[in-house]
Each structure stands twice: as structure tokens, then as C-alpha cells.
């Protein structure tokens, strides 16, 4: 127990995207001008909500099916997305809780404040969630989602991408990032891509396609790991030796 | 020499202008997936403590609300317990501890109805005063803030986090207003004049 709640490691906020990216511009006057004020992390961030797989519904991990009328599905490429989430010690992490969200195979989202021009498709929501197995991995159907335009700068287009939330076992661990798919030519030329300072960092978020895993004359498979922060033990924190 | 091998951990990006769709879909009507949204109820008839809410606004450095950011809160129960993965013990099983809620698409205005919560130790023994972790995401905002609230009616001269901000003029940001009777406003400020201090944690 002493060593589930450890401190967390460090983030190293050379390799996450800064606050300010003025190529992205909505970050300009929503990013903090101040430095952050760095302390180790107490229990208020090594613990966190756990939640349990009862919350979870049968069609939760199946945006094909989850929003569709009887007998219907929703219309674009099918595909699997699977992966583990590990910590930065390469351990999967169990019971971790993986929301997702997402346009429409046209880049459409089901949303009152989005007005692009390509329909809905009403067999379509757009969100599902699941929880890490026992090895941290995961894996749900969904339609691949189109790209999207949206208004940065006169002609930007969003790379094809969904959106995930992560919850850790601590608080410290929370994290939203994006999946791009392997090849779209867009991701290099996305402001909010851009936003990561590293190449290295980018690749990280950019899922292969599995043709191991793809399901024959079914979905084909994507593959996406995700790595959230890991813990040090405190076992010895407060004697002299130190750790 | 040997090599460390301790993975990179994902870059995080933005939640976007449509994070409701994946985290809240009840509140954008997008009805029938889930029963209700992860995190809109904390507290029920049994929970024990204090009954207190807790509302604000996100504002960005122009001084204007944010109508799509989405505020999460984890906090201890009245007895300063975690209700998950506290290594102290159980907590009050009637409370969840965590919260998520989406800024009014009008006004921005967000709320959490909850209990006052007890103190938690900092790594070194002393107690730090009664606080609630804040995690705030929105479009525009590449990688979560982290922030705390602290109380108006609370001794927060001895808190060991409050006493290290080197700019105690800054300290004022961080504790919420009474506004009525067991109703708390805590506004956070991304940039500006007011901004907000915001944690490295």
C-alpha cells in the first residue's frame, strides 16, 4: 500500500506542450503568463477516484452500436482501437478509466456549438469508455472519424483524430490527449499538433495499423498504448537514508 | 553505463470545444449512452459533513468566461479521508470525493453541490488546511491546470503549500469567497492581473 500511493514522478514539462502557442490561437489568452509553482505531490494528487467495471454499460465500448436505432450501425470504416496503458515504468496499469469521444465519419460532431456542413449521421453519438484489464489493456469499435475544419487560421484542417480522458489511480496522473492514424498527411500541418515541442513526442500519439489484429471482412485494427506518469516508492521518505 | 528505461509519459493535447461529447454527453443531449454523467453527484441523504456548494467561472485573460470549460474537484471526506487508495483508511462510503462539471454554455457558471472537507496531512506530518483539488481543461488550454481552493472561514496561515508561494500577495487566488450562507465562489483567473496560481504537482 505504501508503494501504490507513492510520490509520482516528476512531469517533464519540456516534452507536454508548453500553455502558449500562438499558432493556436484560442491558447493565446487562456494560457497562465505566470510560472507554475512546482511543489512534490501530497495525498491530495496520489489518490484519485477508482472506478469500478459497474459502471460501465455492454455497449459502452461500441460507438458502432452505442447511439445506433435497432438493427442499425453507424456508417463509416470500421475499425478496432486497442492498446495498453502503462506507467513509466512499463508496468500495464489495471482498472484505469478510458473515455473517448469523437467526429463522425465526415469530421461531424454531435454537438449544439459545432456547425460544420456535413451531416450527422443519426446512428452516431460519438462517445464510449471502458476500463484497463488486469494488464492495463483495453480495446473498443468505433468508425474511423474524417477531418475537420475548423476556424484558426483561413484554411486549417484537423488530422482525423479521437479524443481520449485517462484516469490513473492518483489525481497527479490525469490526462486528455489525441490519437492521430498512422499516415495522415495533415498531422504536420496541425497547429494543435504542433502545440508537443518534439517530433519524438508526436510519433507517440500516432497509432499504427495492426493487420494482426484487424478482423477479416469485419474492422480493421489501429494500435494505441498510452503511458501515464509513475510512482516512486516511499517506503524510506522521511528516514535519512533516503529513498 | 547502464541505461534508465522509464518511459515518456503521452503528450497531453486539448480537450477541444467538445469534451461534453466524451465526458458529460447527458449535458449535451446526447441522451441513452450512459444512465447519467460520470461525477454530477458527490454527495447523498447519508453522506456526513457539512453541506456546502461550490460555484465559479473560468475567465481567460481578456476577462471573459469561459462558456466550454469543464472543472473536476477531488477532495477528502469531513474527516479528512480520500474516499479511493488512501493508505489511512476507509472513508465516508456515502461520498464520492470526485466531481465533474461542465460551465453553463450561457454564462459559464459551473457548481458542485458537496461537503466541507476535513484536513489531510502533507508528506512531513504537518496538516495542511482543509483544501479541494481543482483540474481544469477547455479548448485553448493544452495541458490541464492543476490549482487548489482553499477556504475563507478556515486557518490557512500554517498551510505548508500557502507558505512557500514566494508571492504571498498571490495567495489570495487560491481561497473562495463566501458568497451566502454554505455557498463558496472560487473564480479562476487563466491569465491577466488575477490570474490564478496554478501547480506544477
Known amino acids: 500500500m505504501t508503494d501504490q500511493n507513492g510520490a509520482f514522478f516528476h512531469r517533464d514539462r519540456s516534452w507536454q506542450p508548453p500553455a502558449y502557442c500562438p499558432n493556436y490561437k484560442t491558447s493565446v489568452v487562456r494560457s497562465p503568463q505566470k510560472a507554475l509553482i512546482s511543489m512534490n505531490t501530497t495525498l491530495s494528487e496520489q489518490t484519485g477516484p477508482v472506478f469500478g467495471h459497474n459502471i460501465l454499460g455492454a455497449l459502452d465500448n461500441d460507438l458502432i452500436l452505442n447511439y445506433a436505432a435497432e438493427g442499425e450501425m453507424a456508417i463509416g470504416e470500421r475499425i478496432i482501437v486497442h492498446g495498453r496503458v502503462l506507467d513509466q515504468n512499463g508496468r500495464g496499469i489495471p482498472g484505469v478509466l478510458l473515455e473517448f469521444w469523437q467526429a463522425n465519419a465526415g469530421g461531424r460532431y454531435r454537438h449544439k456549438k459545432e456547425g460544420y456542413l456535413a451531416p450527422l449521421d443519426p446512428n452516431f453519438g460519438g462517445c464510449g469508455r471502458t476500463i484497463t484489464d488486469e494488464n492495463g489493456g483495453y480495446s473498443f469499435r468505433t468508425i474511423k472519424p474524417g477531418a475537420y475544419p475548423w476556424p484558426n487560421r483561413a484554411n486549417d484542417w484537423r488530422p482525423a483524430h479521437i479524443h481520449f480522458s485517462l484516469f490513473g489511480s492518483g489525481f497527479a496522473q490525469r490526462l486528455i490527449t489525441q490519437m492521430y492514424f498512422e499516415g495522415d498527411p495533415l498531422i504536420w500541418k496541425c497547429p494543435i499538433v504542433e502545440t508537443i515541442p518534439s517530433r519524438e513526442a508526436i510519433e507517440q500519439l500516432i497509432a499504427p495499423l495492426d493487420m494482426e489484429n484487424t478482423v477479416p471482412m469485419d474492422a480493421r485494427a489501429y494500435k494505441f498504448d498510452m503511458v501515464l506518469r509513475g510512482r516512486r516508492s516511499t517506503l524510506f521518505e522521511n528516514r535519512k537514508e533516503g529513498n | ?201
Open chain 2, 1 to 201: 553505463m547502464q541505461e534508465l528505461k522509464h518511459l515518456k509519459e503521452s503528450a497531453s493535447q486539448t480537450a477541444g470545444p467538445y469534451v461534453h461529447i466524451g465526458c458529460v454527453p447527458n449535458f449535451c443531449d446526447i441522451k441513452g449512452v450512459y444512465p447519467h454523467d460520470l461525477g454530477d453527484t458527490m454527495v447523498n441523504a447519508e453522506t456526513r459533513g457539512e453541506r456546502i456548494t461550490i460555484k465559479g467561472t473560468v475567465y481567460d485573460g481578456t476577462g471573459t468566461p469561459l462558456k466550454d470549460a469543464m472543472v473536476e474537484i477531488w477532495q477528502a471526506d469531513a474527516n479528512g479521508i480520500y474516499p479511493s487508495n488512501d493508505p489511512r483508511g476507509a472513508a465516508d462510503p456515502n461520498f464520492t470525493g470526485w466531481g465533474r462539471k461542465a460551465g453553463d454554455y450561457d454564462t459559464g457558471e459551473w457548481a458542485f453541490d458537496t461537503i466541507r472537507p476535513g484536513a489531510v496531512p502533507f508528506p512531513d506530518g504537518r496538516m495542511m488546511a482543509p483544501h479541494i483539488t481543482f483540474w481544469i481543461v477547455a479548448r485553448g488550454i493544452n495541458i490541464g491546470l492543476h490549482t487548489r481552493m482553499y477556504f475563507p472561514d478556515a486557518d490557512n496561515g500554517a498551510d505548508p503549500l500557502l507558505m512557500r508561494i514566494e508571492h504571498q500577495n498571490r495567495v489570495p487566488t487560491l481561497i473562495a469567497r463566501l458568497e451566502t450562507d454554505g455557498v463558496y465562489r472560487f473564480d479562476i483567473h487563466l491569465q491577466g492581473e488575477k490570474e490564478t496560481v496554478f501547480l506544477d504537482v
